[in-house]
């Protein structure tokens, strides 16, 4: 038996997202998001469900809160509904949008709980979509005016600040293949999305230094670990592909002030090219004060010809797999966290999503999602490693609080470590809750 035991001063929390979680949407003035959209379309998500009730979570946030104090956590990761504060994506505010996350900040401070705020969780305004998206050069500007609103709005109340959360997911996974909103299958435009994304991120985090507003400023790419089959060369060159199209792709520009060149070649021997402007790449090299690192899975690979976009294929070597279909692979959570430590030096790291998909539902009263204790104690237990090993970690946001809408799985995939019931959108309290309460009591828990 052995003790993990974390330093005093980290902090501990769980995340969620506007659409996922908010419902009311077409309450408080709220305009329409490319999420409303896509999830009506016939055939996009799980079961035609969409995010119009969701958890209800715009009428029922103080019962949430209650449950995060309950809870024990000092940090919580929410994000805003762009069309909640812009309907029409610029123009004029709506003041019944900032009333809400008002009220949801006060009431988090109330609790002695810090708010961390991501700015864009995926719901972009509707109306710019229609304008091209993130495709559009306009939309940069669009963002960092909601941005700037956003920290005039919250300053000195809300002083962690997220720009994007999951630009990879935002650029090739939504517009190349199609997955998520707005669903299409365009490499080269989700190459120009990925590249506006780091304009965008980059300009955010200059008006928030001109601006002079308290707190700090970071983003949340999502990172996968690839781990090579064999020795052979081609396969460790494969999986490093892979690895780079998460990661060297997402933090270079941010960290470096440029593309990696090789992916660059891959691309342009595919026609694709990144639409750089001049001084985009020293817009984009603003030194942030964090990263949120948002790491679910991995898995071994190795190189096959003309296999995806990078003559890699995943190989099934047998790891156990959570209800989603993903695999259970703390090793890659170290791995991965090493990699960037080494690549990019100790910069400060918030865990700011980690979690798994088990679908326990509640018999008597109880949620028994055992293969959630297993999987938070597993992937606790490689962060404490990686910290040991000098990974600047500051806090863990485990995903997630409650059970929600899981894009284009609908409801059918929860997440949360509280059950919510969809029809009666009664909270119930899993076991995994328990655990990591009883965790955050002690500070320590046992292997
Ligand atoms: C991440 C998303 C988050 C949630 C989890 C399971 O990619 O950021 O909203 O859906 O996956």
Partial sequence: M??????????????????QIEGAVNEGGRGLSIWDTFSKTPGKVYNGDNGDVACDSYHRYEEDVEIMQDL????????VAW????????GEVNQEGLDYYHRLVDRLLEAGIEPLCTLYHWDLPQVLQEQGGWDNRETIEAFVHYAKTMFKEFDGKITKW????????????????????????????????????????????????????????????????????????????????????FIEWFFDPVFKGSYPTFLVDWFKEKGVTVPIQE?????????????????????????????????????????????????????????????????????????????????????????NDQGRIDYLKQHLTSLHRAMQSGVNIKGYL???????????????????????????????????????QHMLENNFFEV
């Fill in 2 to 19: 052995a003790f993990i035991q974390f330093p005093k001063e980290m902090k501990w929390g769980a995340a969620t997202a506007s659409y």
């Fill in 72 to 79: 024990g956590i000092n940090m919580y990761r929410f994000s």
């Fill in 83 to 90: 069309p909640r504060i812009f309907p029409n994506g610029i």
């Fill in 162 to 245: 997220i720009t994007f959360n999951e630009p990879w997911c935002v650029s090739y996974l939504s517009n190349f293949l199609g997955a998520h909103a707005p669903g299409y299958t365009d490499l080269q435009l989700a190459t120009n999305v990925a590249h506006h994304l780091h304009v965008a991120h980059g300009k955010t985090v200059i008006a928030f230094r001109e601006l002079g507003t308290q707190g700090e400023i970071g983003y949340a790419p999502n990172v996968e670990w690839n781990e090579p089959y064999s020795d052979k060369q081609e396969d460790k060159d494969a999986c490093a592909r892979a690895n780079a199209f």
């Fill in 279 to 367: 001084g985009d790449m020293d817009i984009i090299h603003q030194p942030i004060d964090f990263v949120g690192i948002n790491y679910y899975t991995g898995s071994v690979g190795r190189y096959k010809k003309d296999e995806g976009l990078f003559d890699h294929e995943r190989v099934d070597t047998g790891y156990q797999k959570t209800d989603i279909g993903w695999n259970v692979y703390p090793e890659g959570f170290y791995n991965v966290l090493r990699y960037l430590t080494k690549r990019y030096g100790a910069f400060p790291i918030y865990i700011t999503e980690n979690g798994s998909c088990y679908n326990d539902d509640v018999e008597n009263g109880k949620v």
């Fill in 398 to 436: 485990t995903w997630s609080l409650l059970d929600n809408f899981e894009w284009a799985e609908g409801y059918k995939m929860r997440f949360g470590i509280v059950h919510v019931n969809y029809r009666t959108l009664e909270r119930t309290k899993k076991e995994s809750y328990y655990w990591y």
